[in-house]
């Protein structure tokens, strides 16, 4: 599903932020990514999200190596990946309704289609009654499950997910990795990053450590810790 | 038509409440300067178009009763091809020019007028003005033709050089209006790189978040460029009431030149506002393409 060889990468004429990253995540697979503040890892899930391109390196995904696609050809590719960024990105001015529908508008999905699927999201996340509510009248646990909401709502193939968990307290942090498990169960392969290695262990999943720009083998991140 | 709630609400941020306000002025401005150019343009048309057509054949003071020369010189323009009518002007009427200088208190025969005859012209005659010149002096010794030219000639090179600088105002007034509405529109942009991302990485072909903010722009640079062109339009309305209002002192007084502004002119004004919005709209437009060049 997401393979990457050898990738660097720099913003601009910066250095290089990732190095060497060599890298597998396969159909249905659950990944975890720690390691500590600017190592690195919101770089990483860019690159996989199609957000940067790499300076070096091969990126392949849904089987397709990206220096081979054309510009045209990575809409499609985008609208199979879902999207929790760290800072949210929740428009302030649509209800969260409206941001969960987004997404399915951009792809044209009619409206009496998209509302019971908008409205189910809303209420797995656990937001049944905050449908009508601007992002900035939510908590930051709130305005987080409705990023996760608008994240899945498209049901991608790949889900990446930065520091979902980063402003709950424990009992919803392990609720929101409920939900991963379940949209994992359903098929869709994730990748999260979090800071939290105590959760990402709990969980028995891989864990892909970043440090400085380059991935540890998991062995040696079960060292380090 | 748009889907509820994909309409990107920037407007809502001080950044792009400047774009209709400046819209609004832009327009405004640009309205003005229309008007001043085309309302120039009648003046200098109807100012032609009054003084062509006619001549003024003027006579000295009649020395007696039985001084012929105002009989001979009408003789000799009726004669001639190509003039319409020959009307002496009489004495009353003559005094009345006079009056605002001379005041009421005078009588006429105190005075040694000159007489006048106002000619006027068959439009599409060309009389050889040099050989009526001769004739009426035999006939009239002493009569002087006014054919306004001199008048006419300064008067236009007067009015074509205003009319050039109105032009050039008018056209820094667009130049200007152009950039600042781009300019509005880019800075109302610019705090919506985040949203404009969002949607690329959700997938959204380039065009389709174009034409967000495409319609956006549009709407509110109609919105501005409406109330721009509703002050212009007051503003004018009132200066032509005061043109009106002036002329009610006397036929002859006009304080300020009329704008006689028509039909088509108020076209012109109203195409303002929709001028105002394509621009916004192709900013709009290729400042979100340019942005979305930067992503991969
Ligand atoms: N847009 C950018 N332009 C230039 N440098 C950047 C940019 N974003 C991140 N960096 C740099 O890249 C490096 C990695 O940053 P990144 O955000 O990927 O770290 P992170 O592991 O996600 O950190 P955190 O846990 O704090 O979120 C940092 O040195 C950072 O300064
Ligand atoms: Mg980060």
Redesign the interface.
Known sequence: MVRFENVGMRYGTGPEVLRDITLRLDAGSFHFLTGPSGAGKTSLLRLISLAERPSRGLVSLFGEDLTRVTRAALAPLRRKIGIVFQDFRLIPHLSAFDNVALPLRVAGVAEAKLRDNVREILEWVGLADKLEARPPTLSGGQQQRVAIARAVVMRPKLLVADEPTGNVDDAMAQRLMRLFEELNKLGTTLIVATHNAVLARQSGRTVLHLENGELATAAAARAAS | MN????A??FG?DGGSRFLPALTMLMVFLAGLALAAVMGLEHTLADWNRGLTGTLTVELPAATGAGDKSLAAALAVLHATPGIKSATPIDRAATMKLIEPWLGTSLSPADLELPRLIDVRLDPTARPDLAALRAKLTQAAPGSVLDDHQLWLDSLARFARSAELTALAVLALIGGVAVLSVAFATRTGLAVHR??I?????????DG?IARQFERQALRLALIGGVAGLALAATALLALEHATGAAALFGPGVTLLPALHLRGWNWAMLVALPPIAGLVAMATARLTVLATLRR??
């Open positions: 889907p509820p709630g994909l990107i609400p809502r985040d949203i991302e969002l949607l690329h990485l959700m997938g959204a072909r389709y992503l991969p």
